[in-house]
Every structure is written in C-alpha cells, then in structure tokens.
C-alpha cells in the first residue's frame, strides 16, 4: 500500500510540472464552470417564461366568456414542456422536441417552437453543456495527462529500477490510476457541488422528481465513465513501446468511440429504420379519418351506425326524442375514433423510434461513450422517453377537456339548438390547468438496462485486462 501511495503522489507531483497539463485542467474548469452558470440562466429564464406563459393562457381560457361547449373545445389552450433542473447539466434533446403544443378538438397538433430551428447546422455537434465537456473534452485532457504513465518509465530505466526493488506491476498500475482520479476529484469537485447545491435549491419547484437521486447517479454514472477512460488510457500506455505510439493509438480511440461510432450508429438507425416524412404522415392521418382505419368505413357510415344503436337502444324514432342532445354524443364518438387513429399512427412513428434507440442501445455495449450519453440524458430528464411520457400526458389533458365539453353539450343543450346554448366559466373552471411531473428515476432507467449493464461489464473487463497485462510486464528499456 505504500508503494502504491507512494507511486500517487509522484504522479500527481510530476503532472502539476506539466503547463501543458494544468493548462487543459483550467481551460476545462472554466468551461465547466461558463456552461454550468449558462445553463442555470438559461433555465431561470425559460422556466419564468413557461410559468407566466401558462399563467396568461390560463386566464384565457377562464375568462373566454359564454360560448357553446364545443366552440369552447376548439378555442382550446396550450400546453407548455417544463424546463427540468437537471436539463441544465445535460440538454438531451430539448432542442429538437419543442417547447409547447396546441390543444383542441379533433386534432392532435405537433409540439412547436424546437430551439434547434433556430440555429444553423452546427448544432448537430452539439451545444456547449457540462455533459459535452465531461464525455467529450474531458477524456482528452486525460489522455494528455495519462499518455505517457508508463512509457516515460520504459524510456527512462525507471520501470525496471522500481521492479528490481520489489514493487509490484500492480502497486504501478494503480498507483498511477489512483493519481489521475484524485487528479480529476481536485478538478471536479467544485464543479459537482455546485450542480449538486443548484439541484438541491430547486427541486421542489422543478417537475422533476427524486432530484437528489438523480443528482447522484449522474455523477455515479461519469465517474464510471471517467475511470474507464483512466484505465484504458494507463493500460495503452503499458503496452506501447513509445509514449508517441501511445498518445496516437489514444487518440485514434477518442476519435472513433467519441465522434465516428455514434454518428455513423444514428446514420445506420436512419437507413435502416427510416421514418415516412411529415406529409406523409399527416397524409395517412386524414386518410384514416375520411375512410376509416380499415379504408372502408367513411364517417358517414359510423354515422350512421351510431345514429341506429342509440335510436335502437332508446327505442325512438327520431334523434329528437333522445333524453339528451345527440349532437353532443356524436362529437364525441367522432372525436373517440381521431383518438384512435393518432394512437395508430403515432404508435407506429414510436415503433419506428423504437427500433432505432434499441440499435443505439446495443451499440453502447461496444461503447461506453454512447451507454454514458444514453444515460445521462435519462437520468437529466430529457431524452425521448421521458418526452414520450410528457407527450402521452398532454393527450390525456387534452381528450378530458374535449371530453367534458361534449358531454356537457349532450346533457344541457337540445338537439337542432347549436347556438341556442352557451356555457360559461363555471364550466371553464372545472378543467384543472395542466401540470407535469416526470416519472421516477427507476422509470427512467428501465429502458437503458442495456447501457446500464454495458459500464459494469467494461469495469469488469478494464480490472481483468489490467491484472491479467500486471501480470505479463516486463521492463523494456533500460
């Protein structure tokens, strides 16, 4: 053990010499800390923006003033994507869903207002955030920092003079390991307990549950991340012969894991699993509605089947006669059938999505790069997931206001009378704002057990390829 400290803090002292070195530390630390307080104003100001918005177009709605029932569920209202604390750390995809959507009846609209609409293509390489810095940049510095751990001890003799005196490979290995960590920790930690202090202060009011829990498996999940990337780099380090071999075959593997694997993983998704275009979709949307899922019942037939079981089931001869305004149960049958034909075809886009995250999934077992990016986003409250559990509940807010709207013009109007009936707030107020909350984080992660077990299984196998290389060292040089 004490060889092992012994070798740590030799490390840490030589890599503090280096300008090189602590000069990607504090450029690191600085970008860090900009994307952190960036991302903090940033989500101040677009959560003050969404709360006095919703505030607005809830008065709006409220103090619409009489009109009938179904007029009102066409006035409809909006609902608006809540900016989670965490969204701070890591933007997932938030540029890409938008940020509010248009409720009313008939019609399920598309969210509007994607940030990434409003920037130019370079956004594809993604936005400054502290997720960027720490899977992408940060893994450069410690190849910089860990390039030449052992190599420099092959080339100078001092490898074979610390054998010789009976220290263990081990002790080396993870000595050097233990000082790029503490390294890191001295690096980090300024950074992690402001995140975890932000969090904190504003979990109660974020939308976002178990913060806390969150908060910690972030940085459970990075730190996993950041030692594998030590470990790798230290164990190239070992098996080359020359530090320059080592900083390139590192940096061939930055390269690869970090900017080729998963760009070309999305494009394979893309091609393999390709999504029909907007008109297409909007297409069969309408088709389905005029004709029927099944292409061969219009609206006029289901109509009409509809008009016989209640005349049938009333035992009446007209719709008149009913004891309630079937206009209002006809709309409602209507709007029943649209919400059965976005579920299809919306289930069908989701499938499509589906089969592509999986393949993202089973490429993170390959690389712990996209198993961490998948996770973060996850845990952060903004990968497609959790926007499909935040889109699912707007369509539930939004049949339960068309809902209430027809069935209030069934019961309290008359058939024939459509402008003859106006509602008012007393009506409006039964239909409770809208408000989200994001599922658990156990809900979060239960999609990603593949990413999940992909970092176990490279700890697992990091320690085996380093006691098994601790093993088979033998100093070369010297």
Same mark, same amino acid.
């Given at each position: 053990m004490s060889a092992l400290l012994h070798i740590a803090k030799k490390e840490i002292r030589i890599a503090f010499r280096e300008r090189l070195i602590v000069f990607l530390g504090i450029i690191i630390m600085v970008l860090l800390g900009i994307s952190l307080f960036a991302g903090f104003v940033s989500y101040e100001q677009q959560k003050e923006i969404i709360t006095k918005t919703e505030n607005d177009k809830r008065q709006e709605w409220l103090n619409q003033g009489d009109k009938h029932p179904h007029i009102a569920a066409h006035y409809g209202t909006f609902a608006f994507k809540p900016k989670t604390v965490l969204s701070l750390f890591d933007f997932g995809l938030d540029a890409y869903t938008g940020t509010s959507v248009y409720l009313e009846a008939h019609n399920q609209h598309e969210f509007m207002f994607r940030p990434a609409q409003d920037h130019s293509s370079m956004i594809r390489f993604g936005e400054l955030s502290s997720s960027l810095v720490l899977q992408v940049l940060l893994p450069?510095?410690?190849?910089?920092?860990?390039?030449?751990?052992?190599?420099?001890?092959?080339?100078?003799?001092?490898?074979?003079?610390?054998?010789?005196?009976?220290?263990?490979?081990?002790?080396?290995?993870?000595?050097?390991?233990?000082?790029?960590?503490?390294?890191?920790?001295?690096?980090?930690?300024?950074?992690?307990?402001?995140?975890?202090?932000?969090?904190?202060?504003?979990?109660? @009011?974020?939308?976002?549950?178990?913060?806390?829990?969150?908060?910690?498996?972030?940085?459970?999940?990075?730190?996993?991340?950041?030692?594998?990337?030590?470990?790798?780099?230290?164990?190239?380090?070992?098996?080359?012969?020359? !530090?320059?071999?080592?900083?390139?075959?590192?940096?061939?593997?930055?390269?690869?894991?970090?900017?080729?694997?998963?760009?070309?993983v999305a494009n394979l998704s893309e091609s393999f699993y390709p999504l029909p275009s907007m008109r297409e979709? $909007?297409?069969?949307?309408?088709?389905?509605?005029?004709?029927?899922?099944?292409?061969?019942?219009?609206?006029?037939?289901?109509?009409?089947?509809?008009?016989?079981?209640?005349?049938? $089931?009333?035992?009446?001869?007209?719709?008149?006669?009913?004891?309630?305004?079937?206009?209002?149960?006809?709309?409602?049958?209507?709007?029943?059938?649209? @919400?059965?034909?976005?579920d299809h075809h919306y289930e069908g886009?989701?499938?499509?999505?589906?089969?592509?995250?999986?393949?993202?999934?089973?490429?993170?077992?390959?690389?712990?790069?996209?198993?961490?990016?998948?996770?973060?986003?996850?845990?952060? !409250?903004?990968?497609?997931?959790?926007? @499909?559990?935040?889109?699912?509940?707007?369509?539930?807010?939004?049949?339960?206001?068309?809902?209430?709207?027809?069935?209030?013009?069934?019961?309290?109007?008359?058939?024939?009378?459509?402008?003859?009936?106006?509602?008012g707030e007393e009506l409006w107020e039964e239909i409770d704002g809208f408000y989200y909350t994001a599922p658990t984080f156990f809900f979060a992660l239960r999609p990603y057990y593949l990413e999940l077990l992909s970092l176990l299984a490279w700890v697992v196998f990091t320690i085996f390829l380093l006691k098994r290389s601790n093993k088979k060292l033998k100093p070369i040089h010297g």
């Open positions: 450069l510095l410690i190849i910089f920092l860990s390039f030449s751990s052992y190599t420099k001890e092959k080339e100078s003799g001092t490898l074979k003079l610390l054998m010789s005196q009976g220290v263990s490979a081990n002790a080396i290995t993870w000595g050097k390991i233990l000082a790029y960590c503490i390294i890191l920790l001295i690096m980090l930690m300024p950074f992690f307990v402001g995140l975890i202090l932000i969090a904190n202060a504003t979990a109660n @009011n974020d939308s976002l549950p178990d913060v806390a829990s969150r908060t910690a498996l972030l940085i459970t999940i990075y730190a996993i991340y950041l030692f594998l990337v030590i470990t790798i780099a230290v164990w190239i380090s070992m098996k080359s012969l020359t !530090g320059r071999n080592a900083l390139l075959t590192l940096l061939t593997f930055w390269t690869f894991f970090v900017i080729l694997m998963p760009k070309t979709f $909007k297409a069969g949307i309408e088709e389905s509605k005029l004709n029927g899922l099944d292409g061969q019942t219009p609206r006029s037939v289901r109509m009409a089947e509809l008009e016989t079981e209640y005349l049938e $089931k009333y035992k009446v001869d007209s719709l008149s006669q009913l004891p309630f305004n079937f206009e209002g149960v006809s709309m409602q049958a209507g709007e029943d059938y649209g @919400n059965m034909v976005y886009i989701r499938a499509i999505f589906s089969k592509q995250n999986r393949l993202g999934s089973i490429a993170s077992i390959f690389n712990p790069f996209i198993a961490t990016q998948h996770l973060s986003m996850s845990l952060s !409250g903004t990968d497609l997931h959790t926007f @499909n559990h935040f889109e699912n509940e707007v369509e539930e807010y939004r049949r339960m206001l068309v809902r209430r709207m027809n069935n209030d013009m069934a019961e309290n109007s008359k058939y024939g009378e459509f402008y003859e009936y106006a509602a």
